[in-house]
């Protein structure tokens, strides 16, 4: 089976472009990947390896305002807006898709999965949220806020990028290479590289990331009914004990997928565990094509 992969863009109806990697046979079980808040569908590189290698059909794609997807000109990166160039994607499926999704892709997931219930539709075969739950740990939300919200003028050099990014994941070993966080920014007129997503997704109040969502989110998953796994990292200061608890109470039969060593960007920081636990999900509750 070939895995190449192909970009391919969607144009919403309100005429944002979004720049997604396509890869496997249309006709095989479809998976969607959804990044988290500042980061781009590079993060998913080793997971759309090994899924297009188990034979899905795969679409990652760049949330409006990151990546190479277009910036919204009114600056509405709100989580309903969000959800519907999800639901104009799926459009594009012949059957229901899984949704993994990381951070604010699966807060966009959930919020998108609980909406369609409320109106008799399924738009999902299974649901994977990736260290995300509806009521999350404040001073996680309130460290990742302060990251994104840092480094306003950007970095001189690519060094200097690393040097942020190692200092906000200090578990993580740092790689002796940093050329592959050009993924993540661009380098502007003035010579400088700045994070490549647009700076009024941190600046406006009604972006899709957490805390502010946790009512919504929790409505939502007390209509959800497809098959759900939450995948926790361990060392998350994100995902709480109390925070899966109340998820559970909502949520009937959500399965929980710890993975030791990895903190919020659990893909990222034990892609072979994640891996593992995603796909022998998938297995057991997305119907062959």
């Known amino acids: 089976m070939s895995h190449e992969i192909e970009t391919r863009r969607y144009v919403m109806p309100s005429g944002i472009e979004i720049a997604a990697d396509v890869g496997g046979a249309p006709s095989r079980p479809a998976v969607i990947l959804m990044h988290g808040g500042g980061q781009t569908r590079h993060s998913w590189g080793g997971a759309m390896r090994e899924l297009l290698r188990q034979g899905y059909h795969v679409i990652n794609f760049d ?18 807006t969000m959800a519907n160039d999800l639901r104009a994607i799926i459009a594009t499926l012949p059957s229901p898709p899984a949704l993994v999704g990381a951070s604010m892709g699966g807060a966009t997931s959930l919020y998108a999965c609980g909406d369609a219930a409320a109106k008799g539709e399924t738009l999902a075969a299974a649901l994977v949220v990736v260290d995300i739950v509806p009521r999350v740990d404040r001073k996680g939300a309130e460290k990742i806020a302060a990251f994104m919200g840092a480094h306003t003028n950007g970095f001189a050099t690519l060094e200097d990028a690393s040097d942020a990014v190692a200092a906000y994941n200090a578990h993580r070993p740092r790689p002796k290479d940093p050329s592959g966080l050009m993924k993540n ?15 009024a997704f941190v600046t406006r109040a009604s972006r899709a990331e957490p805390p502010q969502m946790a009512t919504l989110l929790l409505e939502a998953a007390g209509r959800v009914r497809v098959p759900t796994l939450l995948v926790r990292g361990m060392q998350s200061d994100i995902v709480s004990e109390e925070g899966v608890e109340e998820f559970r109470r909502h949520l009937q039969g959500l399965e929980v997928y710890d993975v030791v060593g990895a903190g919020h960007m659990v893909a990222g920081d034990r892609n072979d565990a994640f891996n593992e636990g995603v796909i022998g999900f998938l297995r057991r509750h997305l119907p062959e094509a």
Do not use: E, N, V
């Open 63 to 80: 949330a409006r305002g990151h990546g190479d997807s277009s910036w919204a000109p009114d600056a509405d990166y709100s989580l309903t």
């Open 185 to 199: 920014l661009r380098r502007h007129a003035d010579g400088r590289l700045y994070w490549h997503w647009d700076p």
